[in-house]
């Protein structure tokens, strides 16, 4: 008796894929000893049966069900006899194809420019369609560039935009949701972004579409739904939102929630991921949970506006999000290869990536550039001087000696604490969890007298003086600072200054960050202190707000840039000045000029000018790292000394 054939097919009308059995009934193959002995990868994934055939899990896509294939494959000659169906074939050829299309087409449309591109032969009758729809869409029409960007994802179906932030790629998504509703593709947006973006989304929608598309939101930001049980907003998802037509969730509750999502993202819906660098590492919680939530999505777009990548490997949980299906076959980078990808690879990384991704600079879309930073110079006092040299004796360890030297500029009393690690990631990049040489030392008592003759700061006093100066010429601020305890001074001494101030930071609850956001804009007070790890994403003030002090700051490009952006955004008039603050303490140490404020400013605007560069070249910059950041530093500001210290 000749052994049973299994053909592996594919069923485009279910869609999925199926094992005809021949010469052998179905119940009598799935008993058989080469079923649970050889084929147990797809009896793993039966979906049911019909006839002569063995349904497997439809939600299966194409890098599954080649790794399928190749287990169904090595039971051949095992009892039973494999062969694969041409419609196995045609699938997966037309997989490999509309990525490869894809990519072709993600290139025609980004040579064209957003002046020339509707009279192009081949693509401007489609962009024109586009264009005019999305127009006709919208109360608030977009910049032109702002309508190619648009138009290109859109056309790409699963893209990224790099765009710089303020570049106004919130409304960019806006005009592709507005086309694909008006095909019959999507009807609603469900976005993944930091919880200070939800207000933001709900208010670019309002802006953009007024009342030819009403604004119904579900928003675990809603005081009503953050009131609920978990359970609770998990039903109101599932039963209550079929009429909502945004969502909005954060990265750190996404995983909550994919279960519900899996039945309302593939129908219907265009998937965000805003701030995507927020995914983190390869891997993790919230990596694992974006990916379980694009899973079956037929739109995706990934935003992001700091410098990309952060480091390469960020690439490939971008890459997952958008093309989980074709990685392997299209892109195929390992984590290791991606972890120093020398100057080869980094080019065959940027070809690769070329056609899916989109970046828009504020030059592009007339914004006005900012005023030259106004840096204000600051001469430590002799105690601080003082304070200064004993802390670079007792620190040999580099990062210390930053923390430790901003704390001197901002508050002296800070050193006599130890540092809190919450503090550190907001001044690096990215720090490890080993914080044991940062802490506190034990100094002498006339440290400590010192320290008492320093407080308030010459850094503290210069700061409140600037921004007494700036409220007198009745313009409101914002003041950023690192550590909670300046934002606690800053506001507390304004205040006994006849200065009403507010502050955000990470304790402030989210219905509080948005009513003093909104007195803010109202002119109900006139300085906002606050910090850029909890303010510095998805929050516009460009309406009400021009100036900006950085009372601290680290090198955190992320940080900086984003911060800026609060200020500095699309919409503004053509007349209207911003302007940035930099306050730069100078202290004398063995007879020359020392000061870690213009190392680290000049070191930021190297970055800058670097991420820059990229956009101008069309490509992706390299990411850095904290130690050769921390390196480059304390060479420049110690020169020989830098030797000797630990990084």
Excluded at 73 to 88: K, L, N, R, T, Y
Excluded at 230 to 253: H, K, Q
């Amino acid at each position: 008796m000749s052994a049973p054939r299994a053909v592996v097919c594919y069923d485009e009308a279910r869609p999925g894929m199926y094992l005809r059995i021949e010469g052998q009934d179905v119940a009598s193959f799935m008993a058989s000893a080469a079923w649970r002995a050889w084929l147990y990868y797809p009896a793993s994934a039966v979906d049911g049966t019909d006839r002569n055939r063995i349904l497997l899990d439809g939600g299966m896509g194409l890098r599954e069900c080649q790794d399928m294939l190749e287990a169904i494959i090595e039971a051949d000659g095992h009892g039973v006899e494999i062969a694969v169906d041409p419609s196995f074939g045609a699938f997966v050829n037309a997989g490999e194809t509309y990525i490869r299309e894809r990519s072709e087409v993600g290139l025609a449309i980004k040579a064209q420019t957003a002046e020339g591109i509707a009279d192009d032969h081949q693509l401007g009758p489609r962009f024109r369609e586009f264009r005019d729809v999305v127009n006709a869409s919208m109360v608030r029409p977009l910049r032109d560039r702002q309508m190619l960007d648009a138009f290109f994802m859109a056309t790409v179906g699963r893209a990224a935009d790099f765009s710089v932030p303020g570049a106004g790629k919130t409304a960019t998504v806006l005009g592709v949701f507005a086309y694909l509703r008006h095909l019959g593709l999507a009807r609603r947006i469900v976005v993944v972004c930091p919880k200070n973006g939800f207000e933001s989304w709900e208010k670019e929608w309002v802006a953009t579409f007024g009342d030819k598309l009403p604004l119904s939101c579900f928003s675990l930001g809603d005081p009503a739904i953050a009131a609920m049980s978990t359970e609770r907003r998990r039903n109101a998802l599932s039963l209550d939102s079929g009429a909502c037509n945004l969502f909005t969730f954060n990265y750190e509750s996404l995983s909550g929630y994919v279960r519900e999502l899996h039945a309302i993202i593939p129908d219907q819906t265009l998937l965000v991921f805003d701030e995507v660098h927020r995914v983190k590492a390869i891997g993790g919680r919230r990596a694992e949970a974006a990916l379980e939530a694009a899973d079956g999505a037929k739109f995706v777009i990934a935003l992001t506006g700091t410098p990309i990548p952060n480091t390469y490997q960020d690439i490939y949980n971008l890459l997952h999000i958008l093309y989980p299906d074709d990685y392997d076959t299209f892109f195929g980078y390992e984590p290791g290869e991606l972890r120093a990808p020398d100057a080869d690879l980094q080019a065959s990384l940027n070809d690769s990536l070329a056609p899916f991704f989109c970046r828009t600079n504020k030059d592009d879309l007339g914004v006005p550039r900012p005023e030259p930073d106004e840096i204000v110079e600051i001469e430590a006092t002799p105690d601080e001087d003082t304070l200064l040299r004993v802390l670079y004796a007792s620190c040999p360890n580099a990062l210390a000696r930053i923390i430790r030297t901003l704390q001197l500029e901002s508050d002296p009393e800070m050193l006599c604490s130890a540092v809190d690690p919450g503090d550190l990631e907001y001044v690096l990049d990215q720090v490890g969890d080993d914080y044991s040489d940062i802490d506190y030392v034990d100094f002498s008592q006339t440290f400590y007298e010192a320290i008492e003759r320093s407080r308030p700061s010459s850094k503290l006093v210069a700061c409140e003086r600037l921004v007494e100066r700036i409220v007198a010429e009745g313009r409101p601020v914002i003041v950023w600072c690192i550590f909670v305890r300046s934002i606690a001074n800053l506001r507390r001494d304004l205040a006994a200054m006849g200065i009403p101030a507010e502050a955000i930071y990470g304790a402030t609850p989210q219905e509080e960050r948005r009513e003093i956001l909104d007195d803010f804009r109202a002119g109900r007070f006139r300085v906002l202190v606050t910090n850029p790890q909890t303010l510095a994403e998805s929050v516009s003030l460009h309406s009400v707000c021009h100036d900006a002090v950085y009372f601290e700051y680290s090198y955190n490009l992320v940080h900086l840039l984003q911060s800026k952006d609060r200020i500095h955004r699309l919409g503004l008039p053509d007349n209207q000045k911003t302007r940035y603050y930099f306050m730069r303490e100078k202290f004398m140490r063995d007879g020359r000029e020392l000061s870690l404020d213009a190392v680290i400013y000049n070191r930021l605007k190297e970055k800058e000018q670097t991420m820059l560069d990229a956009i101008d070249r069309g490509c992706l910059e390299g990411g850095y790292l904290d130690d050769e950041d921390l390196r480059i530093i304390f060479e420049r500001l110690l020169g020989e000394d830098a030797k000797s210290l630990e990084y």
